[in-house]
C-alpha cells in the first residue's frame, strides 16, 4: 500500500461499520451514568453501591484487555468484534429485565466484557486499511467519531427513560447492539485480502519486498516483551494521564454532579454531556495531524493538556457556590480534550512494537485510563455515602467526594457549603 495513497471506498465503508460499532460500545458504556438517578430510585441503592456497578463493568474491560489484544493477534478483529457486540446486547437485556440489583451487576459485566472487545479491534483495523501516514489521523476519527454514542446515551436514552420506562430503554438498547454485530459481520474485513490480518503488512514495507510471515511467539513471551518495552509503558502512562477525568464525568458522575451538586436540569446536565463529545470530535482530528506532522511533540502536548485539565477541575471544585453555566461548559471542554489526547499513546506504542505483537500491546495501553477512572469512581461513591448520611447529596458533598475537601472550610459539617476562606489564605489541596 503506498504510504501516500488516499484510502479507497472499501476501506471507508469497512472502517465505516467498525466505528458505528464502537459507537454502540460507548452507548453501551455510557449507558449508565445517563441513568444513574434512575438507577438509584428504582433499586434504591447508595451512592457507593451504584459506583461498583460502574467500576465492575471497568474492572471487566481492563481486565479483559490484554486477552482480547493477544487473541486479536491471532484471530483477527472481525469475529472479535461481532462477538463483542452480542455480548453487550445480551448484557443490556439482562439489566432491561433486572428487578434485584445482582442483575444489574451482572449485565454490567457483560457490557464491560463486550465493549472491551471493540475499541482496541477497530484500531487494529487501521494499519491493514490506511496507508501508514493516515493511521494517526484515522485513530483519532475513529475515537471522535465513536464517541457519537455519548449523545446518543445523553439525548435519545435520557428520553427514552423518561417517556418509555426502564425496560424499554434498555431492551432498546439491547436490540441495537444486536444489529451492529449483523453490521460487522456483513460488512467488515480484517484486511483487503481475505481472512485474518497479516501483522506484517501493517508495517507497510517497501514495494519492492515481498512481505515476511510474523514470528510465531508464545503468549507468555509476547506478554514479557510487552511488559519490557518503555514505549508500550509511555504509551500506556499518557493514556492513563489524559482520559480519566471524562471517563469518570461521562460514565458515572458527571450527570449526577450537574443536577444535584451543581441545581442544573437534566436538560442541560444531557447539554454538557453532549458539548464534551462535540469537543473531543472537534478536537481529535486537529490531534491525530498534530501527531502525524510532529510526533517529537507528543509528550509535552499531552502534559500541557493534563495541566490544563487540572486547572478546569480547580475552576469547578474550589470558588464557593454552583458555577455558572459558562463555566461548567469550559469545564467539560477542557475534560473532553483528554479523550483525544489519551489516544496519542497508541501512536506512541505502535512506533516500537513488532506488529505481531500490535493487539496485545494497544490492549495494554487501553487499560491506562480505565484503571485510574474505576478507582477514581469508586472512591467518589464511597465518600459521597460517608458525607452525605443519606440526606440529599449537595454540592459541597460532590467537592469533597471529587476534590478530597475542595472548598471546604474548617469542618462545616456535611450538608452545608463551608464559609468563603480569607482573603490570602491558600487553597485546599484538590486530589484529581
Known amino acids: 500500500m503506498n504510504p501516500s495513497s ?50 465492575a463493568q471497568l474492572v471487566v474491560y481492563a481486565a479483559f484487555q490484554i486477552p482480547v489484544g493477544v487473541l486479536l493477534d491471532r484471530l483477527g478483529p472481525r469475529r472479535i468484534i461481532a462477538g463483542g457486540a452480542f455480548l453487550m446486547a445480551a448484557g443490556q437485556l439482562v439489566v432491561a429485565t433486572a428487578t434485584v440489583v445482582p442483575a444489574v451487576l451482572l449485565g454490567r459485566m457483560f457490557i464491560g466484557a463486550g465493549d472491551a472487545m471493540t475499541f482496541v479491534c477497530v484500531i487494529r483495523l487501521i494499519p491493514a486499511w490506511f496507508p501508514q501516514r493516515r493511521v494517526p489521523l484515522m485513530t483519532q476519527l475513529t475515537g471522535s467519531i465513536g464517541q457519537l454514542g455519548q449523545v446518543l446515551a445523553a ?39 481475505s481472512g485474518p490480518v497479516d501483522p506484517a503488512a501493517t508495517v507497510s514495507p517497501p ?4 512481505p515476511t510471515p510474523a514470528p510465531r511467539e508464545s503468549i507468555g513471551v509476547g506478554l514479557r516483551a510487552v511488559a519490557r518495552e518503555p514505549g508500550a509503558w509511555l504509551g500506556f502512562w499518557v493514556h492513563f494521564l489524559s482520559a480519566f477525568s471524562t471517563n469518570v464525568v461521562v460514565l458515572l458522575w458527571g450527570f449526577s454532579f450537574f443536577v444535584e451538586g451543581q441545581g442544573r436540569s437534566t436538560a442541560e446536565a444531557s447539554a454538557l454531556l ?3 463529545v ?14 502525524a ?46 479523550g483525544p489526547t489519551s489516544l496519542v499513546g497508541f501512536d506512541v506504542a505502535r512506533q516500537c512494537t513488532p506488529a505481531h505483537r500490535l493487539g496485545a500491546t494497544t490492549g495494554f495501553v487501553n487499560t491506562g485510563s480505565f484503571v485510574a ?10 465518600v459521597l455515602d460517608h458525607v452525605a448520611q443519606g440526606a440529599t447529596r ?25 464559609a468563603p476562606r480569607p482573603r490570602g489564605a491558600p487553597h485546599p489541596e484538590v486530589r484529581l
Open 6 to 55: 488516499p484510502p479507497g471506498a472499501r476501506a471507508l465503508t469497512v472502517w465505516g461499520a467498525a466505528v458505528a460499532a464502537y459507537a454502540i460500545a460507548v452507548l453501551n458504556r455510557s449507558s449508565l451514568g445517563v441513568a444513574g438517578l434512575e438507577t438509584a430510585s428504582r433499586f434504591s441503592v447508595s451512592a457507593s453501591v451504584l459506583a461498583s456497578l460502574a467500576v
Open 373 to 382: 477512572a474505576l478507582s477514581t469512581m469508586l472512591a467518589i461513591g464511597v
Open 274 to 276: 453532549t458539548l464534551n
Open 207 to 210: 514495494a519492492a519486498t515481498a
Open 293 to 338: 506532522r510532529h510526533p517529537e511533540r507528543r509528550t509535552r502536548t499531552v502534559l500541557a493538556i493534563a495541566g490544563a485539565i487540572g486547572v478546569a477541575w480547580l475552576l469547578v471544585l474550589v470558588p464557593p457556590g454552583p458555577r455558572p453555566l459558562a463555566v461548567l461548559a469550559i469545564f467539560v471542554v477542557t475534560v473532553a480534550v483528554g
Open 155 to 193: 439525548v435519545p436514552l435520557v428520553a427514552a427513560l423518561q417517556g418509555f420506562g426502564w425496560a424499554a430503554a434498555f431492551g432498546g438498547l439491547a436490540a441495537v447492539g444486536l444489529l451492529a454485530a449483523i453490521l460487522v459481520v456483513v460488512v467488515v474485513r480484517d484486511s483487503p485480502v
Open 278 to 291: 462535540v469537543a473531543a470530535v472537534v478536537a481529535g482530528p486537529l490531534l491525530g495531524e498534530a501527531s
Open 394 to 418: 449537595d454540592l459541597d458533598a460532590y467537592r469533597q467526594a471529587v476534590g478530597g475537601g475542595a472548598g471546604r472550610g474548617g469542618g462545616a459539617p456535611p450538608g452545608r457549603l463551608a
